[in-house]
């Protein structure tokens, strides 16, 4: 079956500190993939997003995220956290040309940061 | 740009009651939309698409129904609340390369 893991619940980082966020992704071929934040009480915004080619994607917010076929996974990174980081984050895997609902979601993996 | 109105933002609502949620979209045509709902520590579930006027797809069996009487406009309805409906609903659509923007939410509380 298809699905999206994001194997941390809670992350607690520092202000200035690097961050990771795991995302494991089970799809029959190479999936889209996305990464969302979602502020508490917001809508989700997209932070970037995997189609092809490069496998080092850069978003906004100086977020950057890794695809790694071989270890199905699309970890997302920061070099340094902003206490305005804090948030919750969701990966997402969907198929080619539109995902006609269609997009697997993660669980979400919630940020804090301390000053 | 594409822009995605939910009204109204915060709902408090007796069970039993009826519910009518709200989505319109701006700066596209013709757009898929969809009804996701957060209830708190599970993620998103989506409810209900749209790929046209009239034409629902649901996911989940439910107590909600959902509609979609014109182009840009898509709804979210319950005859009688339960309480496990409470949770925060969002409305979205998708860009022809799969990706969901976003609303910015209505928050539900049946008590």
């Known amino acids: 079956a298809q699905s999206v893991t994001q194997p941390d619940i809670h992350i607690t980082v520092s202000e200035g500190a690097s961050l990771e966020l795991r995302c494991n992704y089970s799809y029959g071929a190479t999936p889209y993939l996305f990464w969302y934040v979602q502020s508490p009480g917001q809508g989700l915004q997209l932070l970037l997003k995997y189609f092809s080619g490069d496998t080092l994607v850069q978003g906004i917010k100086g977020f950057e995220a890794e695809f790694k076929r071989s270890q199905s996974s699309f970890n997302l990174r920061k070099p340094s956290v902003h206490w305005s980081d804090a948030a919750e984050y969701f990966c997402?895997?969907?198929?080619?040309?539109?995902?006609?609902?269609?997009?697997?979601f993660g669980k979400g993996t919630k940020l804090s940061v301390k000053p | 740009s594409q822009t995605i109105h939910q009204w109204p933002a915060t709902l408090v609502q007796p069970v039993g009651s009826p519910l009518s949620l709200e989505c319109t979209v701006e700066?596209?045509?013709?757009?898929?939309l969809y009804w996701y709902r957060q209830a708190a520590g599970r993620g998103l579930q989506l409810l209900f698409y749209s790929v046209g006027i009239g034409q629902i797809s649901s996911e989940v069996p439910q107590n909600l129904s959902a509609s979609r009487p014109q182009d840009r406009q898509f709804i979210l309805s319950s005859k009688k609340l339960l309480l496990s409906d409470s949770g925060f609903y969002l409305c979205a659509s998708d860009r022809a390369t799969g990706e969901l923007f976003f609303g910015e939410g209505s928050r539900l509380t049946v008590l």
């Open positions: 700066g596209t045509s013709n757009p898929n």
């Open positions: 997402a895997a969907g198929p080619y040309g539109g995902s006609q609902g269609n997009l697997i």
